[in-house]
């Protein structure tokens, strides 16, 4: 039934792409240097959620809106927390964040090499101005980390003063609050939203807020545009439960295991855009600090990190009448460190006991030095066809200090049963990445649309955690960064998107049968995106899907006794998913949406042997807008109360599950002060 309806939408909508649509699915924001959709070009698959559809969706997790992006998959996990696959599986592990990059403005939010697999909730995707999607390599453009794609979220300038309060089951609650002004050729702006939620689950519930202040003004002819931000989490998490399809299990779905599990994160932002003639100027300062219990790991340790960074990204265009160039650099320097501690002793088998002692596992501090150089230049080779090449090169340092005992002993010296304890540090050292990104690519304007060929190619240098966090008796992790490159056809026009693409990654990072982080693995990815909307009368279907295979390429054993087979499919990468949505505008103040969410099968484990069976969702929400200064919302989440799960896992010998919650329901209203 669900594919008979993604392929009815499919033929309607292309129907309407051939005679023409006044909506657009892919729309490019311009504000200057904030945008990466317009440093990126057309050449590829770029996606903009507007500040129009994310106040509808209103989203009280970023996966509800990004999952509306096709190639785009966020697993929701407890609270704020998430995973995720941009045109890729849902990559795990301690590295998994740098396979994407997350920007504000334009700017990375974390330092190249000291990611957090969680960074989506330090984003103020709420009340964004827009949000941006990049699938596929981006590191010609934004340099390492934007192996898979790209997430940019542009900060709100407000232009009118309003509140808004909800209100939604499980003690859901969350005020929004937006302001803005101008002061004698000075534009004031504000952003506010604080939510907290008690929970589907014991002990899971959360709260958080996120500010954004923002400046506008022209000094000495420079037009400056900066914001600050800052955020704050506090969450109680909730853990896996476990049993095969335990998600369905009326008791185990709303338990936790590890009602003592717990995430406090913060983070502090400043950043800056200083545009005069053909000169573009972004420094940046970064502070962020975060302790989690990781309650997934026998023994429970706590991990304590931090980081203060500072930037300069500057950029020159240099264009001419038939070429569009711009050359630019970046440099980046970071301060952090990471520090894990095991209060009790671990229970379980001898062996946990004895290879997981208590006590201080991890204590090192890092300070990293990234110089990049890049060009970007779009060359017109005739009035319908056009050349798109960018190029850049970048080196990343880093030089780490080992504040504890070296090597995989207690930290009291002694040495563990069973071969060595599981934690190790290596000594004190420096390491040094250097990586070049390319991208090659030619449009075409035709009747259909846009047609573009793209080769590119992207990198991630390893990560602090995977070089310098270690387990069993790996004393030196000597890993090179992991490289991607791939091939893209597409087309684009008012109403459609297609994108056909393959993938090749090779110096994929994992831990083998000996827990050794090692970086010789190989991946290869071959799918189809599309994109598209139609506009009948008062109505609108849309529609976002993606099918794609994403394979091992190698032989491996692997840690967690799994074997890597060349040929397996990835865990956690269903060939199929994707969102439909059909809107109507049933008077000038009333509007409505249905949302079919939908993910196919997918293997839980690299052997294949575990597989959950997949779901669909159907959502519906509802705007009603009395008069200009008001606006109710209602939204009825899970309509058909279906019992699946956010998150499916296989490890440690079964299956665990995030379990998703049943149907639910938020009230809104918005009133425009002004």
Same mark, same amino acid.
């Given at each position: 039934?669900?594919?008979?309806?993604?392929?009815?939408?499919?033929?309607?909508?292309?129907?309407?792409?051939?005679?023409?649509?006044?909506?657009?699915?892919?729309?490019?924001?311009?504000?200057?240097?904030?945008?990466?959709?317009?440093?990126?070009?057309?050449?590829?698959?770029?996606?903009?959620?507007?500040?129009?559809?994310?106040?509808?969706?209103?989203?009280?997790?970023?996966?509800?809106?990004?999952?509306?992006?096709?190639?785009?998959?966020?697993?929701?996990?407890?609270?704020?927390?998430?995973?995720?696959?941009?045109?890729?599986?849902?990559?795990?592990?301690?590295?998994?964040?740098?396979?994407?990059?997350?920007?504000?403005?334009?700017?990375?939010?974390?330092?190249?090499?000291?990611?957090?697999?969680?960074?989506?909730?330090?984003?103020?995707?709420?009340?964004?101005?827009?949000?941006?999607?990049?699938?596929?390599?981006?590191?010609?453009?934004?340099?390492?980390?934007?192996?898979?794609?790209?997430?940019?979220?542009?900060?709100?300038?407000?232009?009118?003063?309003?509140?808004?309060? !909800?209100?939604?089951?499980?003690?859901?609650?969350? +005020?929004?609050?937006?302001?803005?002004?101008?002061?004698?050729?000075?534009?004031?702006?504000?952003?506010?939203?604080?939510?907290?939620?008690?929970?589907?689950?014991?002990?899971?519930?959360?709260?958080?807020?996120?500010?954004?202040?923002?400046?506008?003004?022209?000094?000495?002819? /420079?037009? #400056?545009?900066?914001?600050?931000?800052?955020?704050?989490?506090?969450?109680?998490?909730?853990?896996?439960?476990?049993?095969?399809?335990?998600?369905?299990?009326?008791? @185990?779905?709303?338990?936790?295991?590890?009602?003592?599990?717990?995430?406090?994160?913060?983070?502090?932002?400043?950043?800056? !855009?200083?545009?005069?003639?053909? /000169?573009?100027?972004?420094?940046?300062?970064?502070?962020?600090?975060?302790?989690?219990?990781?309650?997934?790991?026998?023994?429970?340790?706590?991990?304590?990190?931090?980081?203060?960074?500072?930037?300069?990204?500057?950029?020159?265009?240099?264009?001419?009448?038939?070429?569009? +160039?711009?050359?630019?650099?970046? #440099?980046?320097?970071?301060?952090?460190?990471?520090?894990?501690?095991?209060?009790?002793?671990?229970? %379980?088998?001898?062996? @946990?006991?004895?290879? &997981?002692?208590?006590?201080?596992?991890?204590?090192?501090?890092?300070?990293?030095?990234?110089?990049?150089?890049?060009?970007?230049?779009?060359?017109?080779?005739?009035?319908?066809?056009?050349?798109?090449?960018?190029?850049?090169?970048?080196?990343?340092?880093?030089?780490?200090?080992?504040?504890?005992?070296?090597?995989?002993?207690?930290?009291? *010296?002694?040495?563990?049963?069973?071969?060595?304890?599981?934690?190790?540090?290596?000594?004190?050292? !420096?390491?040094?990445?250097?990586?070049?990104?390319?991208?090659?690519?030619?449009?075409?304007?035709?009747?259909?649309?846009?047609?573009?060929?793209?080769?590119?190619?992207?990198?991630?240098?390893?990560?602090?955690?995977?070089?310098?966090?270690?387990?069993?008796?790996?004393?030196?992790?000597? @890993?090179?960064?992991?490289?991607?490159?791939?091939?893209?056809?597409?087309?684009?026009?008012?109403?459609?998107?297609?994108?056909?693409?393959?993938?090749?990654?090779?110096?994929?990072?994992?831990?083998?049968? !000996?827990?050794?982080?090692?970086?010789?693995?190989?991946?290869?990815?071959? %799918?189809?995106?599309?994109?598209?909307?139609?506009?009948?009368?008062?109505?609108?279907?849309?529609?976002?899907?993606?099918?794609?295979?994403?394979?091992?390429?190698?032989?491996?054993?692997?840690? *967690?006794?799994?074997?890597?087979?060349?040929?397996?499919?990835?865990?956690?990468?269903?060939?199929?998913?994707?969102?439909?949505?059909?809107?109507?505008?049933?008077?000038?103040?009333?509007?409505?949406?249905?949302?079919?969410?939908?993910?196919?099968?997918?293997?839980?484990?690299?052997?294949?042997?575990?597989?959950?069976?997949?779901?669909? #969702?159907?959502?519906?929400?509802?705007?009603?807008?009395?008069?200009?200064?008001?606006?109710?919302?209602?939204?009825?989440?899970?309509?058909?109360?279906?019992?699946?799960?956010?998150?499916?896992?296989?490890?440690? %010998?079964?299956? &665990?599950?995030?379990?998703?919650?049943?149907?639910?329901?938020?009230?809104?209203?918005?009133?425009?002060?002004?």
């Amino acid at each position: 039934m669900l594919r008979s309806l993604f392929s009815a939408v499919l033929v309607l909508a292309m129907v309407g792409s051939v005679h023409g649509v006044e909506n657009t699915i892919e729309e490019v924001v311009v504000t200057a240097g904030s945008s990466i959709q317009a440093r990126l070009g057309q050449s590829g698959s770029g996606t903009v959620l507007t500040s129009t559809e994310i106040q509808q969706i209103g989203a009280t997790h970023a996966s509800e809106a990004l999952n509306r992006v096709a190639g785009v998959w966020v697993n929701r996990g407890s609270g704020q927390e998430h995973l995720t696959a941009i045109r890729s599986a849902v990559l795990t592990g301690s590295g998994a964040c740098g396979e994407f990059s997350y920007l504000q403005d334009g700017i990375p939010i974390r330092p190249h090499g000291f990611c957090n697999i969680n960074n989506l909730f330090e984003l103020n995707t709420e009340q964004a101005a827009a949000v941006e999607v990049w699938r596929g390599p981006a590191s010609a453009v934004l340099g390492g980390n934007a192996l898979h794609g790209a997430i940019n979220v542009i900060t709100p300038v407000p232009d009118q003063n309003s509140i808004a309060i !909800e209100a939604g089951a499980y003690n859901f609650g969350r +005020l929004s609050l937006q302001g803005g002004t101008e002061v004698a050729g000075h534009t004031i702006g504000a952003a506010f939203v604080g939510a907290n939620s008690g929970g589907y689950r014991d002990a899971s519930g959360y709260g958080q807020q996120k500010l954004s202040l923002s400046h506008l003004a022209d000094f000495s002819g /420079w037009a #400056v545009r900066s914001h600050v931000t800052a955020t704050l989490l506090n969450q109680e998490t909730g853990g896996y439960v476990r049993g095969e399809n335990a998600y369905e299990n009326a008791s @185990l779905r709303t338990s936790n295991p590890n009602p003592e599990a717990y995430r406090d994160a913060w983070s502090l932002r400043l950043n800056s !855009e200083l545009s005069r003639d053909a /000169w573009t100027l972004k420094p940046y300062l970064r502070r962020s600090q975060m302790a989690f219990l990781q309650h997934f790991l026998p023994g429970q340790p706590l991990e304590e990190n931090d980081q203060s960074s500072v930037g300069l990204i500057v950029e020159r265009d240099i264009s001419s009448a038939a070429t569009q +160039l711009s050359v630019g650099g970046h #440099v980046e320097f970071m301060s952090g460190g990471l520090r894990e501690f095991q209060a009790q002793p671990t229970t %379980g088998s001898r062996f @946990l006991v004895a290879t &997981r002692p208590a006590g201080l596992h991890y204590d090192y501090d890092v300070t990293s030095s990234l110089f990049a150089v890049f060009y970007n230049v779009d060359y017109s080779l005739s009035a319908d066809t056009r050349l798109v090449h960018s190029l850049r090169a970048e080196t990343l340092k880093y030089d780490y200090t080992n504040n504890h005992i070296v090597g995989n002993t207690k930290d009291d *010296g002694t040495a563990c049963g069973f071969g060595g304890c599981l934690y190790t540090r290596p000594a004190s050292r !420096e390491d040094e990445f250097t990586n070049l990104g390319a991208r090659f690519g030619v449009e075409r304007d035709t009747q259909l649309g846009m047609l573009y060929a793209t080769a590119s190619s992207g990198f991630r240098p390893p990560q602090i955690t995977e070089l310098y966090r270690l387990r069993g008796g790996q004393t030196i992790a000597d @890993l090179n960064s992991e490289r991607l490159s791939a091939l893209e056809l597409g087309l684009r026009n008012e109403g459609l998107a297609i994108a056909l693409f393959a993938e090749n990654t090779r110096n994929y990072l994992f831990r083998d049968s !000996e827990a050794y982080n090692v970086s010789d693995g190989r991946t290869r990815s071959r %799918g189809l995106e599309i994109s598209f909307s139609r506009v009948i009368g008062k109505h609108n279907l849309s529609l976002a899907t993606t099918y794609a295979q994403h394979k091992y390429a190698f032989d491996r054993a692997a840690d *967690g006794r799994e074997t890597i087979s060349s040929g397996n499919a990835m865990d956690s990468a269903p060939k199929w998913f994707g969102q439909a949505a059909w809107s109507t505008q049933i008077s000038p103040a009333l509007r409505h949406e249905l949302e079919l969410s939908a993910v196919g099968p997918y293997y839980l484990n690299a052997a294949n042997t575990a597989e959950y069976a997949g779901h669909t #969702v159907l959502n519906w929400r509802a705007q009603w807008q009395p008069r200009t200064d008001l606006e109710w919302s209602l939204r009825l989440m899970n309509v058909l109360d279906a019992e699946y799960a956010d998150r499916a896992d296989f490890a440690f %010998g079964s299956y &665990r599950y995030f379990p998703a919650m049943p149907r639910h329901v938020y009230l809104g209203v918005r009133l425009v002060l002004d």
